[in-house]
Every structure is written in structure tokens, then in C-alpha cells.
């Protein structure tokens, strides 16, 4: 829609202005036959005048009209009045002023024409520039609105990105701190394995050294033993039966006790993975251990008790044999660990 009014409606808006300034009827109508014919030169009718105006009857506007025209001319009339003029004379230089201001009347008419039609092209100029700019505008708009709604969507994205990005860090920094909680809790398992390796090595120390003392004693048993085996020739099969025997429990002792540190290992080496079992396991070993010593203990002192019986039968045979008239003393203690001599010489027979 164009800003620029056209003539028919400035018209209308001028004969409005009119419409108030004068309520009288035929003062309104003098005031429209004087704005069209001086302004809009345009030459007023009865008609014309009612279809503008619309007060009264048809007779109104015919009347103003008439009145109107009779005092156009009076006043286009030139009057020359000098008094040793003629009156003939007068009137003629009258007719003659009154045409030349006619003709300059229409000269002034078709130049204000020639303006008008000028003014009208600017104006449909300045209609068509409107347009164009009203078009342009249009078209920023519409490219506003578009790049209006972008930028909504850019924001809504934008948000939706910090809330992802606020989940995220929120996510990281839980995941932080599970990390945290399960190093803690790696590091305390494995400084628990650590104190039970340790453990375990400390028994395995205390087993080897019971062991290297078990095996000085056997060696020092050895020596009573071959001593007694000098001594003693005339019951030396007996005894190699006895030693026989002791020996090979003494190996199945060993081996069990073998066997038993193996398992051990191989526990020491499972509870890298299963420290949740590892201190039964740790539990039962050393109850193994403390049952292998106490059978161990057991056994040397029943092969003690079951030597002690031949060779001092042996002993009061031989005193008795070579000095009968002594008096019987107390029998002399046998000397202990025969078992582990057997051992010994066992090992010596292996390697």
C-alpha cells in the first residue's frame, strides 16, 4: 500500500477541512468552487460541487455556483478611470487589460499544468521508489526473520550444548571420582597382598630355617649313628630295616612337605587374583604346616622311643658278654635322632 495520497483523496481530506471551518452550507460551497477552480483548476459544476459537498438541494450549488462566475468576471473586469479619458476609450484599454490578463491567466494555467504533470510523474516516481523500498523491505524483513529464527536456533543449540557439556563434565568428574575410589581400593588390596606375601615369606623363611636345623641335627645323628653302627655290627641288620623304614617315611614326609610348599606357591601365586580367599588359604597352609611339624615332632620322637629299646638291648648284651662280673648300672640313654640318621644317609643314597 502506497503512503502517497492521491488527488481524489487530498481532495476529499482539503473539502473535510472545509466541512469544519465553515458550517454554513452556501459559505461552504463559495469556499469548494474557489478551491477547485484556483487550486485544482478544475472547473466547478452544480453537480460536481453536490457530489463533494452533499448539504442541501440540487438549488444550493446551481446558486453559488452563478454567484461565483458573476464575481469572477467583476473581478477580472479592469476598470480605467482617468478623467480626460473618454469613456469609449476606457472601456477599450479595460477589454484590452481584462484579455491580456485572461491570456496570462491561461499561460499561468497551462504552465501550472505543465507543474502538475510534473509533479504527478515525481509523484508516481516517488510511488514506484516507495515500492521499491517497501518491496526491499520485505525482503530484509524476511531475511531478518530468517536469520532472526537462526539465531534462536543457534541459541536453543547453543543451551543445549552447555546443558550436554554441564552433563559431561558432571559424568567426568563422577567417573573421577570412581576412578579415585577404585585406585584406593587397588592400592589397599595391594598393599594387602603385599603383607601377606610377606607373611607367607616369613613362614617359608621359618620353614627353611626349622629345615636347615632339622637337617643339622639329622647330620649330627648321622655321626652318633655311624658311631653306634661301629659299635653296634652284631645288630646292624635290624637296624638297616628299622633305618630302612624310617626312611621311607621320612621321604614320604618330604615329599608331602614338598608337595605342601608347592601348593603353597602356586596359592601364593593365585592370590594375585583371588585375594578374597587368600587368607583361608594362607589360614590352611600354615594349619598344614604347624600338622606336618607336629607329625614331624611326632614321628622323630616315636622312632626315638622305638630305637631306644634295641640299642640298649644291644648295649647289655655286649657289656654283659664282655664284662660279666660288673655290677649293672643304669642303662645308658641312647642317643636320640636314629630316625634322622637314617634320614641323612637316605638323602646321601639319593643324590
Known sequence: ???V???????????????V???????????????????????????RLYQLVRRGSMGTPTQVLGEF??????RSRVRIEHPDLPA??????????????????????????????????????AQQAVAAARDELARVETALEQRTAALLAAQVEVRDLDRAQAEGHAQRQALAAE????????????????????????DLEKLRATAERADERLRAAEKRALLEIDRERGTAVKLQKELDEATKRADRREADH????????????????????????????QAANATLQQQLAATREADTYEARPVRAKAVTARSTAARPARTPGPPRKAPAA?????????????S
Open 88 to 125: 469609449d476609450l476606457g472601456a477599450a484599454a479595460g477589454e484590452l487589460v481584462a484579455t491580456l490578463w485572461t491570456r496570462a491567466s491561461a499561460s499561468a494555467g497551462i504552465a501550472l499544468d505543465a507543474l502538475r504533470d510534473e509533479v504527478e510523474a515525481q509523484r508516481a516516481e
Open 5 to 19: 495520497l492521491s488527488p481524489d483523496a487530498v481532495l476529499a481530506a482539503e473539502i473535510g477541512r472545509l466541512k
Open 338 to 350: 636314629s630316625m634322622p640318621s637314617g634320614k641323612t644317609a637316605a638323602r646321601r643314597k639319593r
Open 1 to 3: 500500500m502506497s503512503d
Open 21 to 47: 471551518a465553515f458550517p454554513k452550507t452556501r459559505e461552504l460551497y463559495r469556499e469548494v468552487c474557489a478551491l477547485l477552480f484556483f487550486r485544482y483548476g478544475i472547473t466547478p459544476t452544480a453537480n
Open 179 to 202: 576412578l579415585e575410589r577404585i585406585g584406593a581400593a587397588l592400592a589397599a588390596r595391594d598393599r594387602e597382598i603385599v603383607e601377606v606375601r610377606e607373611g607367607f615369606s616369613r
Open 69 to 74: 462566475w458573476t464575481d469572477l468576471r467583476d
Open 258 to 285: 614338598r608337595r605342601a610348599v608347592e601348593a603353597l606357591q602356586a596359592q601364593l601365586g593365585d592370590a594375585r587374583h583371588q585375594t578374597g580367599v587368600l587368607q583361608g588359604r594362607l589360614d590352611a597352609a
